[in-house]
């Protein structure tokens, strides 16, 4: 009996590859960054080439550091970075355009143009989405404008689209694949029917030739080709990085939340078997499926948190590393009245907005730069706020705890902090890698490394839980300000 999954997490700034045994443990870990381009203000590049070595790269790494047998290697899960685009060649597999990132904003014209259409209450409707050039179908849209001949090409079928987690399973097995999580972050897709949308293609001008084949998230996508790690190992799970986080914090109970702290914060709530559609602007989005049906979530989407942190550490320089961040906003009693709203490529749920940019406000000659590193913390706590604060008014419920995960999750400061705004517990696991934990759960629910969700539930062990200590009063004063903050930015545009 096989013993191990391979899980590649393939996200924004790295590619990383988690081998699990069947007891849920880590076994053996790869991770190897790549490069971010941003040839203008506002657009974010990755290289497709890049993102396929660094992840296979990964892949046999931690292989060979954990030594593990390759017939022992039951199946791969997937879990990516979603609405990334990418388009290539179907006869030679080479990308046709660099990867157009979801961080982009490139296409905000072009989404501007689709709502002054008043196509958005359609797209809605279809979708769960908002017309925003976070997701796919515009950056699509672009390409087949832009690049000369390719749309010719894409009409004639020689020209494959995808996320990128069908990017990966194109050049592992050769077949043109995704899974109802990815599919239906596009604008493409259908989320009711279950199929790609006729109609929204043709709205996007985008031939359905190009689009990839919709398969169960847990099942068989394909055998990798046996050059590439020596044997034929099934790919038997695929989700997008947020849905496949869910899967792995065992969120299978309708009400259950998590919240991914990654370069983006990222929560979603379980709604069980039927869409619930927002009225707060959240996303309404396909979780998984198990081949027993879709299951469905509703989502919100910080595009700056853990970002933010970084752009301390590499543009600014006010800290050596994020791992001290959480020592310095202890060091201070608050944010001497300094609020940071860092939407450095626009804003995402709840308010929508593309064209406001990175604001710091409340600075004063006697802040210091412990004051910003606190500030900028803080703000990943308050935009999660404003997440959920949307999710109860459309659930009609409120949520009772929130599971988390993500690098920025072992900051402590900000766990914290995060139950104090939100005035629930906060359960922090102890398998950290949430995100492959899905993608393998999937995998191995396929294969028979796991019996059922019963058994994966009872895996999950916490590792620290984090209790609300702020006061009422002193929480809707800083709800208070952080509002008028975001009012403050978005009215600098």
């Not at 055998?223 to 590439?228: D, M």
Request: aromatic share 10%.
């Amino acid at each position: 009996m096989k013993e191990y999954i391979l899980a590649m997490d393939q996200g924004t700034t790295s590619s990383r590859a988690i081998i699990f045994n069947r007891k849920s443990e880590v076994f053996s870990t790869s991770q190897i960054e790549f490069r971010q381009m941003f040839p203008k203000p506002g657009w974010v590049e990755h290289d497709p080439a890049e993102i396929l070595k660094t992840q296979i790269d990964a892949a046999k790494a931690a292989i060979e550091k954990g030594k593990v047998p390759l017939n022992q290697i039951a199946a791969i899960g997937i879990a990516n970075q979603r609405e990334t685009t990418i388009l290539w060649e179907k006869n030679t597999g080479k990308a046709v355009y660099n990867a157009i990132v979801w961080q982009c904003r490139r296409t905000t014209e072009l989404c501007r143009e689709l709502k002054q259409q008043g196509m958005e209450q359609t797209i809605r409707e279809k979708t769960g989405l908002l017309i925003d050039p976070y997701f796919s179908g515009t950056k699509v849209m672009w390409m087949l404008k832009q690049v000369p001949g390719l749309m010719q090409r894409a009409e004639k079928g020689e020209i494959c689209f995808g996320t990128v987690d069908s990017w990966l399973l194109y050049h592992l097995t050769g077949n043109h694949s995704t899974d109802p999580s990815n599919a239906s972050r596009t604008l493409l897709y259908n989320i009711h029917k279950g199929c790609w949308d006729d109609d929204l293609c043709k709205l996007f001008g985008i031939p359905m030739a190009i689009l990839p084949a919709v398969l169960p998230s847990s099942g068989n996508f394909g055998i990798t080709k046996k050059e590439i790690f020596g044997v034929e190992i099934p790919v038997c799970g695929i989700a997008g990085d947020q849905q496949a986080a869910l899967f792995g914090q065992g969120c299978f109970s309708e009400g259950s939340a998590k919240n991914t702290y990654g370069t983006g914060c990222f929560a979603l709530l379980h709604t069980g078997k039927r869409p619930v559609v927002s009225r707060n602007n959240l996303l309404t989005t396909i979780a998984w499926d198990r081949g027993k049906g879709f299951e469905y979530a509703l989502e919100g989407s910080v595009f700056i948190a853990g970002a933010a942190i970084q752009w301390l550490r590499d543009s600014l320089k006010i800290i050596n590393s994020t791992e001290e961040t959480g020592e310095i906003a202890k060091s201070i009693s608050d944010t001497g009245g300094v609020y940071f709203v860092p939407a450095f490529v626009g804003m995402g749920a709840p308010y929508w907005d593309p064209g406001v940019r990175g604001t710091i406000l409340g600075l004063t000659r006697g802040n210091s730069p412990a004051h910003i590193v606190r500030a900028a913390l803080e703000s990943i706590a308050y935009q999660t706020r404003d997440l959920f604060s949307s999710m109860e008014k459309d659930r009609g419920k409120p949520v009772t705890t929130l599971r988390v995960d993500g690098g920025a999750s072992k900051n402590d400061f900000l766990m914290q902090f995060q139950a104090d705004i939100l005035g629930i517990p906060i359960e922090r696991p102890r398998v950290f890698e949430t995100t492959a934990l899905g993608a393998a759960y999937l995998a191995g629910l396929s294969t028979g490394i796991w019996d059922d969700i019963d058994e994966i539930s009872k895996n999950w062990k916490c590792g620290k839980s984090f209790s609300p200590e702020m006061q009422g009063k002193e929480r809707e004063e800083k709800l208070i300000n952080w509002e008028k903050a975001v009012k403050a930015a978005r009215m600098f545009v």
